[in-house]
């Protein structure tokens, strides 16, 4: 790797190899990937093996072209690139600077450590500038990850953002490939990746403070957001589903260094962070016609995160829920439960992790009511969210009924999305701290293993006695005891208690068969 030889043949021709490191994204994670260039006598001609895919092979006339227009030396013979480990598929157009660089090292000697010790990647324009490459920051983790980890990374100037996330000094930015090989013959300096002084505004996140009244439903959306809990929201179109849906990442705790690392890595492998870093949680609402492929990802080709993904460290809204297809909406099941993705390609496996908030939302009925009267047929309300099984019920957490009759738009004393905020971080502190002293690394209810509370962490006697009863006559599920001690415990927990009692225990249950008392009703 990275050495240069060569040896005359029997016409007098020169041989000469040049490898240098880049690395492929499969599923979330990178691969590193050697790119070597050979030189030396045939037609002339670029040829490439290692499984590339369209945009790797379509490159030969984009790199031919840029190095010219770049005034550096093009060999006029044939030229042999591979990608190892070649049963590695490689995707994306970022191989074009280090395949140029590999071509151009055959030729000039003094480079050899130099590229046998960087790791490129970026895409070439004809006249030689840098593009943006999908997928920087999991290449920039895998080449500082491994076994041998690399010295240095070169990456667009364009990636700049994403890469100072990691806060390392070797990873340096450029604009052209001419910038580059200034670089390595020691012609030039490159500057460290830093984050623009400019950096892209944020998301606006809409704020709780906009809407007014709706106590339920906002005292609910607080206790889901404080113990992590999965939300369904039934309500008439209009009730006001969405606004209170878009509002819960504005009471979320602010994401740290890692987080915000993992969320940027998944959205830069999926291609949709535009090179800036996500600082804020992930507020991800798909159209109600999605694929289970969009949904928790994979798709022809190389796979690429769904929306699950997506939504890692922030909140999955499905509006409509009762418009996605059944099997879709079951696909969910498994990443609820695991909070990853797998999906076997190839006889190899991608996993995408998949940590998020579920917000579920319905109408009541497909009817357009008169005056808030439902005009369905019986077995039209039974038929109606028929697509959304037990199973997928029983691990929601938190059913709400909206009506926004009492919502109030831009209302002058309403409470900030800050406040609430500080009672949600509270909570979790408090929540923290005690799965801590347990040797359980969580931070909120809704993610603690049901065993270790109903062992170790139950709630009072009398607590306990009436959930008993409500399993015992079919009420709730054992799973649904489950929900309802971690809800009682957010729901101390948000009331500074040590210990659920059976107020907090009767208050779960309610949260938890609101709805599903309803489903018939109009």
Known sequence: MGRITSCAGSRGWKMALASTMSATVEGVAARLVTVEANVGPGLPGMHMVGLGDAAVKESRERIRTAISNSALPWPRTKIMVSLSPAHLPKAGSHFDLPIALAVLGSLDPRVERTLASTMFCGELALDGTLRRAEGVLPMLIAAFDAADPIRTVVVPRANAAEAALLG?????????????????????????????????????????????????????????????????????????????????????????????????????????????????????????????????????????????????????????????????????????????????RARREVVYPADFQLVLAANPCACQRVKGQCLCKSPQRARHLSNVSGPLKDRLDVFVTTSGDAAVLSPRDAEPSISIAGRVAAARERAAARWAKAGCNEDVNGRVPATLIRRHFPATESAMAMLQAELIQGKITQRGVDKCLKLAWTLADLEEMDQPDIHHACRAVEMREHQLQREEVA
């Open 168 to 344: 390392r000094r070797e990873v340096l930015v450029a604009d052209s490939l001419a910038q580059v090989w200034q670089w390595i013959t020691s012609e030039a300096e490159l500057e460290s990746a830093t984050a623009p002084e400019a950096a892209a505004p944020q998301r606006a996140v809409p704020d709780f403070q906009d809407l007014a009244g709706m106590s339920e439903e906002r005292e609910a959306l607080e206790v889901a957001a404080a113990g992590g809990h999965h939300v369904m929201m039934i309500g008439p179109p209009g009730s006001g589903k969405s606004m209170l849906a878009e509002r819960i990442p504005s009471i979320l705790p602010p994401m740290d260094v890692q987080e915000m690392v993992e969320v940027t890595a998944i959205h830069s492998a999926a291609g949709v962070s535009g090179g800036g870093v996500v600082a804020t949680r992930p507020f991800i609402a798909p159209h109600p016609s999605l694929t289970r492929a969009a949904l928790i990802g994979g798709g022809g080709g190389t796979p690429t995160p769904g929306v699950v993904s997506q939504a890692h460290r922030g909140v999955l809204f499905l509006d409509e829920a009762s418009e996605i297809p059944a099997p879709v909406l079951d696909a969910l099941r498994i990443p609820l439960e695991k909070r990853e993705v797998r999906l076997t």
